[in-house]
């Protein structure tokens, strides 16, 4: 797969996951529903976010990093994405049940700054084909 195509159904895939989320939003009443309403709201707002901090990374890695495989930066991009998207979700929990202090975020943000870390000596560690 190329990387134009690819990009391609990044943005088919963000425009399908906003979309969606807007039907989560317009359809359920967080009043009235349950534990699925909720589940259904972080779901869907985590592959939302996931999507655009995906293409939004790839986006400016390409213009940025010229001498770096696509392979790489598609690889990088969306691992970023996914931690991205984990902390603004749990951000979001950790303030719906009244739990959100500097300290909780502070220690996500070590957290999740820790496995990029792990990751990115990983990648350096293995061999190129």
């Not at 309403?37 to 990374?57: E, K, P, T, V, W």
Request: charged letters at 10%.
């Amino acid at each position: 797969m190329t990387l134009t195509r690819y990009t391609l159904m990044l943005l088919v895939a963000t425009l399908i996951a906003w979309s969606g989320f807007a039907v989560v939003i317009t359809q359920i009443n967080p009043q009235t529903t349950g534990y699925d309403g909720f589940l259904l709201f972080y779901i869907s707002l985590f592959f939302c976010l996931l999507a655009s901090f995906s293409l939004i990374g790839l986006l400016i890695r390409l213009k940025t990093q010229k001498q770096h495989l696509p392979y790489y930066v598609v690889l990088l991009s969306f691992r970023q994405a996914i931690f991205f998207s984990l902390l603004v979700i749990g951000a979001l929990l950790l303030q719906s049940q009244k739990a959100l202090y500097w300290w909780n975020m502070v220690l996500l943000v070590i957290g999740l700054t820790a496995v990029e870390f792990f990751a990115l000596r990983r990648v350096r560690r293995t061999p190129s084909p």
